[in-house]
């Protein structure tokens, strides 16, 4: 229950509504309570109507025998037999325990003259009248309860979604995603139970247990310590079996999210998949995963299953005893207990039979929602790595870049990427490093753009630590374009403009054409408008590559970061955005991260990285002058040329 703290700052949020539903509970009860007491006197009224009717038929000849000179009128019905004073003791001795309502209707009902026939019918529409009423309470309760969980729900996933997004990389490259969507999706659902049918149904079933207990104990005491005394070996299953509830739903918890990753990574690899011919392989880890939760979940509806039969057999336990020590005490005459004390505890014991049922179901959703809670507040008490400074410092670049003497280890692999990397960009300079897979290249963007901070050393844009600066101002002043393409299910259009605060068709057009997809796009029948699929499915590697490049190229700020975004490209698509950058990088600082050597290109300087450290700098020809590491990937890349071109001969 402890878990289930986190959710308490949404019901004060929803206050009100949570307390109106718990007014209209009370009242929805109160109404219902008063049943019992009404059908108790109409019993009582029967009873005494039938025997008085036996008393005049039987007393008038026996009078008459015994005393034959007697000449008394006899009375014409079984009311008339009765006295005013008679009948005055009976209905106070009634209603002596009844509520207020209840006492003030049986008064008026027999101050009037009306029959007896009459008087029944009068209660039987105030019967209707009261479930009518208890009915339309109970309308509102849910109307209350259950839409203010709806709005719980609403904002739980709101604040799972806002703190995903704070969330660094690192996180995610330790959590599948298969896991992050069943926590908001499943979990925040097992939630939403307990913050709206559990709540209600707890609310009615302690009402309508504190309502009945409260006239059963005032009309015989005695008797209702009797019939409820199976309510405490109730209690002691419930705490037992929670137990095993809480344990087993945690547990199936976590498989539903290894099953969730396992559809979620099929899906998207589909392609793969098929190409290997691996369905059937698929399908066979799936089914092993889902048979495992199968098998948990079915041992923990078996759990489950123990309460109802319980509820029922203790509440059938309780009906017995009320009728066999209620009858009991009618017969001797003992505690005043008579036909309709019997039957208005029947009805309060029928009336107790769901509130007392779904104590387990409400301690069932209880439990579950601890142990989802218990999942949610995992991630939602987990800090971003890569947060704010107190004071964060917001102003506009430059351009001017240095890193001196950055160390990083990745924390997840322990991977050395970079041992002591120091480089000066000023602005406007246009620098290309290059170097093998896996020698640091990428890990450079990713520390210029904050999203993991190095181990040791710093890095200064316009001579400001970036962890000084505004994170959201930091990453919004630089372009990046990474070299693993994510493209949204969304039209061209709106995958370029990706990043702007505001639509421009003049500049996602501009954009795709320094992209040099431009006229690609215009060939499609929808043309920008294009919707592209998951991913961007309906799209070739280069195609997509482009788009990419263009969203990059779209924001226009003074830094400018391409990782390694041309290697889909053929030849002479190459040269053309070759072509377009050069005109588009015109007094921009740009970072040119790549494994390719672009000798198109004049750029200011060229960085040679071999395991996370430089080994070479200097201009395309200082470089080959060298005759080092740069002039032996430079011979690779131009023989992987001519032996390309002489395949295609």
Same mark, same amino acid.
Request: proline share 3%; glycine share 6%; hydrophobic share 40%.
């Given at each position: 229950?402890?878990?289930?703290?986190?959710?308490n700052?949404y019901?004060?949020?929803?206050?009100?509504?949570?307390?109106?539903?718990?007014?209209?509970?009370?009242?929805?009860?109160?109404?219902?309570?008063l049943?019992?007491?009404?059908?108790?006197?109409?019993?009582?009224?029967?009873?005494?109507?039938?025997?008085d009717?036996?008393?005049?038929?039987?007393?008038? =000849?026996?009078?008459?025998?015994?005393?034959?000179?007697?000449?008394a009128?006899?009375?014409?019905?079984?009311?008339? =037999?009765?006295?005013?004073?008679?009948?005055?003791?009976?209905?106070?001795?009634?209603?002596?325990?009844y509520?207020?309502?209840?006492?003030?209707?049986?008064?008026?009902?027999?101050?009037?003259?009306?029959?007896f026939?009459?008087?029944?019918?009068?209660?039987?529409?105030?019967?209707?009248?009261?479930?009518?009423?208890?009915?339309?309470?109970?309308?509102?309760?849910?109307?209350?309860?259950?839409?203010?969980?709806?709005?719980?729900?609403?904002?739980?996933?709101?604040? $799972?979604? =806002?703190?995903?997004?704070q969330?660094?990389?690192?996180?995610? +490259?330790?959590?599948?995603?298969?896991?992050?969507?069943?926590?908001?999706s499943?979990?925040?659902?097992?939630?939403?139970?307990?913050?709206?049918?559990a709540?209600?149904?707890?609310?009615?079933?302690?009402v309508?247990?504190?309502?009945?207990?409260?006239?059963?104990?005032?009309?015989?005491?005695?008797?209702t310590?009797?019939?409820?005394?199976?309510?405490?070996?109730?209690?002691?299953?419930?705490?037992?079996?929670?137990?095993?509830?809480?344990?087993?739903s945690?547990?199936?918890?976590?498989?539903?999210?290894?099953?969730?990753?396992?559809?979620?990574?099929?899906?998207?690899?589909?392609?793969?998949i098929?190409?290997?011919?691996?369905?059937?392989?698929?399908?066979?880890?799936?089914?092993?995963?889902?048979?495992?939760?199968?098998?948990?979940?079915?041992?923990?509806?078996?759990?489950?299953?123990?309460?109802?039969?319980?509820?029922?057999?203790?509440?059938?336990l309780?009906?017995?005893?009320?009728?066999?020590?209620?009858?009991?005490? %009618?017969?001797?005459?003992?505690?005043?207990?008579?036909?309709?004390?019997?039957?208005?505890?029947?009805i309060?014991?029928?009336?107790?039979?769901?509130?007392?049922?779904?104590?387990?179901?409400?301690?069932?959703?209880?439990?579950?929602?601890? =142990?989802?809670?218990?999942?949610?507040?995992e991630?939602?008490?987990?800090?971003?790595?890569?947060?704010?400074?107190?004071?964060?410092?917001?102003?506009?670049?430059e351009?001017?870049?240095?890193?001196?003497?950055?160390d990083?280890?990745?924390?997840?692999?322990?991977?050395?990427?970079? +041992?002591?990397?120091?480089l000066?960009?000023?602005?406007?300079?246009?620098?290309? $490093?290059?170097?093998?897979?896996?020698s640091? +290249?990428?890990?450079?963007?990713?520390?210029?753009?904050?999203?993991?901070?190095?181990?040791?050393?710093? $890095?200064?844009?316009?001579?400001?630590?970036?962890?000084?600066?505004?994170?959201?101002?930091?990453?919004?002043?630089?372009?990046?374009?990474?070299?693993?393409?994510f493209?949204?299910?969304?039209?061209?259009?709106?995958?370029?403009?990706?990043?702007?605060?505001?639509?421009?068709?003049?500049?996602?057009?501009?954009?795709?054409?320094?992209?040099?997809?431009?006229?690609?796009?215009?060939?499609? %029948?929808?043309?920008?408008? %294009?919707v592209?699929?998951?991913?961007?499915?309906?799209?070739?590697?280069?195609?997509?590559?482009?788009?990419?490049?263009?969203?990059?190229?779209?924001k226009?700020?003074?830094?400018?970061?391409?990782?390694?975004?041309?290697?889909?490209?053929?030849?002479k698509?190459e040269?053309?955005?070759?072509?377009?950058?050069?005109?588009?990088?015109?007094? +921009?600082?740009?970072?040119?991260?790549?494994?390719?050597i672009?000798?198109?290109l004049?750029?200011?300087?060229?960085?040679?990285?071999?395991?996370?450290?430089?080994?070479e700098?200097?201009?395309?020809?200082?470089?080959l002058?060298?005759?080092?590491?740069y002039?032996?990937?430079?011979?690779?890349?131009?023989?992987?040329?001519?032996?390309?071109?002489s395949?295609?001969?």
């Amino acid at each position: 229950m402890n878990h289930l703290k986190a959710v308490n700052k949404y019901f004060w949020r929803y206050r009100w509504r949570f307390l109106l539903g718990i007014l209209f509970v009370i009242l929805s009860n109160y109404f219902r309570i008063l049943s019992p007491q009404v059908t108790g006197y109409v019993v009582n009224s029967v009873e005494r109507e039938l025997r008085d009717s036996i008393i005049h038929k039987t007393t008038p =000849a026996n009078a008459t025998a015994a005393h034959p000179a007697a000449t008394a009128p006899v009375p014409q019905t079984a009311a008339e =037999a009765r006295t005013a004073a008679t009948q005055l003791q009976d209905d106070k001795k009634d209603t002596a325990n009844y509520d207020i309502l209840v006492k003030k209707f049986i008064r008026t009902l027999n101050t009037g003259r009306a029959s007896f026939g009459k008087k029944i019918a009068i209660c039987g529409i105030t019967l209707l009248l009261l479930a009518l009423i208890g009915g339309f309470f109970m309308f509102l309760m849910r109307q209350t309860i259950i839409v203010m969980s709806r709005h719980i729900e609403f904002d739980q996933k709101n604040e $799972i979604y =806002a703190h995903y997004q704070q969330l660094d990389t690192n996180f995610y +490259k330790t959590h599948s995603t298969g896991d992050l969507m069943n926590r908001m999706s499943e979990d925040v659902s097992r939630v939403r139970m307990y913050t709206g049918p559990a709540i209600m149904y707890l609310a009615n079933l302690l009402v309508t247990i504190g309502f009945s207990l409260f006239f059963m104990l005032r009309k015989d005491a005695l008797l209702t310590l009797y019939v409820l005394t199976p309510l405490p070996l109730l209690a002691l299953t419930i705490y037992y079996v929670n137990t095993i509830i809480h344990r087993r739903s945690e547990r199936i918890q976590a498989l539903l999210s290894n099953l969730t990753t396992n559809a979620q990574e099929s899906y998207s690899g589909i392609r793969v998949i098929k190409s290997f011919v691996q369905e059937r392989a698929m399908l066979r880890y799936f089914s092993r995963n889902s048979e495992e939760y199968r098998k948990n979940a079915v041992n923990l509806a078996k759990v489950e299953s123990i309460y109802f039969p319980s509820m029922g057999l203790m509440i059938g336990l309780s009906t017995l005893l009320t009728i066999m020590i209620g009858g009991i005490y %009618t017969i001797y005459g003992r505690h005043n207990t008579d036909i309709g004390t019997i039957t208005e505890f029947v009805i309060y014991i029928t009336m107790l039979t769901f509130p007392v049922s779904a104590i387990g179901w409400v301690a069932s959703m209880v439990q579950r929602a601890s =142990a989802s809670q218990k999942r949610l507040n995992e991630f939602l008490d987990t800090p971003s790595q890569i947060q704010d400074p107190p004071n964060p410092i917001k102003k506009t670049y430059e351009g001017n870049i240095s890193f001196q003497g950055v160390d990083f280890t990745y924390p997840n692999t322990g991977i050395h990427a970079l +041992k002591d990397f120091t480089l000066d960009i000023k602005k406007g300079e246009k620098v290309v $490093i290059i170097g093998r897979t896996g020698s640091g +290249k990428t890990t450079i963007a990713q520390l210029l753009l904050r999203m993991y901070d190095p181990n040791h050393g710093r $890095i200064l844009i316009d001579g400001t630590d970036i962890r000084q600066l505004d994170l959201r101002d930091l990453r919004r002043q630089i372009s990046y374009t990474p070299q693993d393409v994510f493209l949204f299910s969304d039209t061209i259009s709106g995958n370029i403009q990706f990043g702007l605060d505001q639509p421009d068709k003049e500049r996602v057009q501009r954009a795709a054409r320094y992209a040099s997809v431009d006229k690609e796009i215009e060939g499609f %029948t929808e043309r920008y408008d %294009t919707v592209i699929g998951e991913r961007g499915v309906t799209l070739s590697g280069g195609q997509k590559q482009r788009i990419s490049i263009a969203r990059g190229l779209i924001k226009d700020p003074e830094i400018v970061v391409f990782d390694d975004c041309l290697s889909a490209v053929d030849a002479k698509t190459e040269k053309e955005i070759l072509a377009n950058l050069y005109q588009y990088l015109e007094h +921009k600082t740009a970072l040119i991260i790549t494994h390719r050597i672009f000798s198109l290109l004049d750029f200011d300087r060229i960085v040679v990285l071999e395991e996370g450290r430089i080994v070479e700098t200097g201009t395309h020809a200082e470089l080959l002058a060298l005759n080092g590491y740069y002039t032996y990937l430079y011979e690779q890349q131009q023989q992987e040329k001519e032996n390309g071109q002489s395949w295609q001969k």
